[in-house]
């Protein structure tokens, strides 16, 4: 069962999540590996993907926001698109684009960034987003500050925490073919609003506070990958806080917890269908005598034949063409 554990540390202005994503990520996988198109993902760009479903949640989780994340990789090697999307109850959906093939070993750059201009962008997208307000969205290159190419995803992630969040952020993640998982280690933003279940500790300019993080931070590290996708939650905290004062919140999990869930709909489609245009729609129905969309998410087909399409194009055209009949 995909779960989310929040914990703090005692008196300290540092807080943790660890997410470990079971059958929400084997739901994705098998989705796509059942899609005879594209097929099952070759292993390094799975272990990417999972890798950042498991980031997506762990920051979805640790903000205060109603909203769906949506973690992309835009790059510029074989892999053109990398997208996860977060919503509010932690529905999980992913999708990636890969043209060509990938050797077993390719690294991130290999995948992505190959010409060192591939890009990672988060958004958030408000639930109920108000006629011309616009998502809010962040975006870093995938290399560090001497411009040389990084090579863990983690990194990426850990130097946007810091530019554009000015949050100290530790990430550990992992993946593979049954489990996508991630501690996030975070120094707590400034006193006031935000804070994680207030600490009663909140002043960021205390001294010592960073000295705090920064040992827990050391300790959150040494975390293996191994460790991350075969141990349960009470060990992997155990085996790297036994010395810390823990408290940890009830988890998230079951119905509450992360879970494969598509946004994609009939009505969605055809607004995609409508913003291609009439004559684009009808090209393809003389073609091939119906349009079929399939899901990149989670697989599902839609159809849409001549009827469909002159039924679409109608209703939203304040005027009906001459050869519509029926008044
Ligand atoms: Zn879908």
């Known amino acids: 069962m995909s779960e989310i554990h929040k914990f703090l540390f005692e008196g300290l202005p540092v807080r943790g999540v660890l997410v470990r994503l079971t059958d929400a990520w084997t739901d994705i996988l098998r989705r796509r590996a059942a899609n005879l198109a594209p097929g099952a993902y070759p292993a390094p760009l799975q272990n990417l993907l999972g890798e950042m479903a498991a980031a997506a949640v762990l920051m979805q989780s640790s903000i205060k926001f109603d909203g769906s994340l949506v973690l992309q990789i835009f790059g510029d090697g074989p892999v ?24 077993d070993d390719a690294s991130l750059s290999q995948m992505v960034n190959v010409g060192n201009t591939g890009r990672c962008a988060i958004t958030l997208d408000p639930q109920n987003r108000q006629p011309g307000q616009q998502p809010y969205q962040g975006v870093v290159p995938l290399f560090g500050d001497a411009h040389e190419k990084l090579e863990k995803f983690s990194d990426v992630l850990q130097h946007y925490m810091l530019q554009s969040e000015q949050l100290d952020t530790l990430l550990v993640l992992a ?51 191994e460790e991350l996708l075969t141990l349960d939650v009470d060990t992997v905290l155990r085996r790297l806080f036994w010395q810390e004062d823990l408290r940890r919140f009830e988890p998230l999990q079951g119905a509450a917890g992360p879970h494969f869930s598509c946004t994609c709909s009939h009505e969605r489609v055809s607004k995609m269908l409508l913003s291609l245009g009439f004559e684009e729609a009808r090209s393809i129905l003389l073609e091939r005598g119906e349009i079929e969309v399939g899901c990149d998410f989670c697989g599902q087909q839609y159809r849409f034949d001549g009827v469909d399409v002159a039924r679409m194009f109608h209703r939203t055209d304040q005027t009906p063409p001459a050869s519509d009949a029926v008044h």
């Open 175 to 225: 993946a593979d073919d049954q489990v996508a998982a991630g501690l996030l280690i975070q120094r707590l933003p400034t006193m006031g609003a935000g804070n994680l279940a207030g600490t009663g500790v909140s002043n960021e300019d205390e001294i010592g506070t960073n000295e705090h993080y920064q040992r827990i931070a050391l300790l959150a590290a040494s975390l293996k990958r």
């Open 80 to 103: 053109k698109l990398a997208v996860v999307e977060v919503q509010p109850d932690f529905g999980v959906r992913a999708t990636a684009t890969l043209n060509g093939s990938l050797p």
